[in-house]
């Protein structure tokens, strides 16, 4: 996987890329990352990457033609052909994009090269979005500064589930945000530090009666934080009663109307 990200503030990119599973991804030529200054672009004698709004209104908008240019001059002979099949997508980072979750996010790792346009100022010249960017994409509904943040986010998601990145192959599938649910609370030693316990369950050695306890524990964590992600998720009857149970101790709330069980 190639990835070239546009910017502005190349700087902010210096270090991110060389730590941890990035930095090895890197190493081992699973991954590419190259940094283009859109600034390199431009053919004016100030190289002007940014110009008042038509219409007025105040703020500044990025100009296209720096942005094509260097898109084009990156891409070469492998611009896409703005199908959804390409392998190579262009993709603006901006507010308004569809947002990334886990689902999005290996979608991009099927491709074979992203290039990621960060934006800054109001916004890009809407002709970039109509006539070069083949995907659209917001990391959050809160207000950052440009898609220089959103697109390491890109990168470092799309990457770990790239084949070969993770030590453990099948670690992507156990995801709490791939099988559904939040992940169940994780101890280590001491088993008792300043006078609080490791749950008893978890030293017992009964490695069904763990993974018992880590299920219930994962299914009342979501309930409780986020019974948007508990309403979709794979659930089977042995969930659903304690679920039903969990309701009737008052531990949480009835949000997927479990009812009980003479109604079912
Ligand atoms: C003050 C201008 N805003 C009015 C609501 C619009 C706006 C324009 C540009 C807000 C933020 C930005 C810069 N942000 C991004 O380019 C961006 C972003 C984000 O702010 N949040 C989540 N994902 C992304 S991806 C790119």
Redesign the pocket.
């Known amino acids: 996987m190639r990835f070239d990200i546009l910017t502005l503030f190349p700087a902010l990119f210096t270090g991110v890329f060389e730590e941890s599973i990035l930095k090895r991804a890197v190493a081992s030529g699973l991954v590419t990352i190259a940094i283009h200054n859109i600034r390199d672009y431009t053919t004016d004698k100030h190289h002007v990457t940014d110009d008042e709004p038509y219409g007025g209104g105040g703020g500044m908008v990025m100009k296209a033609e720096p942005i094509f240019r260097a898109v084009e001059a990156i891409l070469g002979n492998e611009m896409p052909t703005r199908g959804r099949d390409d392998p190579t997508q262009i993709i603006l980072?901006?507010?308004a994009?569809r947002l990334l979750n886990q689902t999005v996010a290996y979608e991009l790792a099927q491709r074979e090269r992203l290039v990621l346009i960060c934006?800054r100022y109001?916004?890009v010249d809407e002709r970039v979005r109509e006539h070069l960017v083949t995907d659209e994409?917001?990391?959050?509904d809160?207000?950052?500064?440009?898609?220089e943040i959103?697109a390491m986010v890109i990168v470092e998601a799309v990457t770990r589930l790239l084949p070969g990145a993770l030590g453990d192959p099948l670690a992507p599938l156990k995801d709490s945000h791939a099988t559904g649910l939040l992940e169940h609370p994780h101890y280590t030693r001491p088993a008792v530090f300043r006078g609080w316990a490791v749950p008893e369950v978890l030293l017992s050695g009964n490695h069904a009666e763990v993974a018992r306890w880590r299920r219930q524990q994962s299914l009342l964590r979501t309930a409780q934080r986020r019974p948007d992600l508990l309403a979709k998720a794979e659930l089977t009857a042995e969930d659903r009663e304690f679920l039903r149970w969990a309701v009737g101790q008052g531990l949480i709330e009835d949000t997927l109307r479990l009812g009980n069980k003479s109604e079912d």
């Not at 994409?137 to 959050?140: A, D, M, Q, T, Y």
């Not at 809160?142 to 898609?147: D, E, I, K, R």
């Open positions: 980072l901006s507010p994009g934006g109001e916004g994409i917001s990391i959050g809160y207000v950052l500064s440009g898609g959103p």
